[in-house]
């Protein structure tokens, strides 16, 4: 799941060893829901919103509004530890 999550964020720049490991922080952050969710979307299989909706008893729109919010906590988080360790944006 990591490395799929790393590609996510290509335009933080060319830095992929410390924008990965700055995801492997940011996920250890995240709630188990959320981790949860991530890894069944990201799986080898890459599950659809439709068979997640499926699968977990939930509305297609709750699962895609929650994995655009983990997404948007994931970058912001990503962003703030690259800043930190001076990669400038």
């Not at 700055?22 to 959320?34: I, M, P, T, W």
């Not at 439709?50 to 983990?70: D, F, T, Y």
């Amino acid at each position: 799941m990591l490395e799929v999550l790393s590609d996510e964020w290509r335009e933080l720049g060319d830095f992929s060893e410390a924008k990965t490991n700055a995801l492997a922080v940011c996920l250890e952050g995240l709630s188990d829901r959320q981790r949860n969710l991530l890894a069944i979307y990201y799986s080898s299989e890459r599950t659809t919103i439709r068979q997640m909706s499926e699968s977990l008893e939930r509305p297609m729109e709750g699962i895609r509004k929650a994995l655009g919010r983990i997404r948007a906590i994931l970058k912001v988080c990503i962003e703030d530890k690259l800043k930190a360790e001076g990669y400038a944006k």
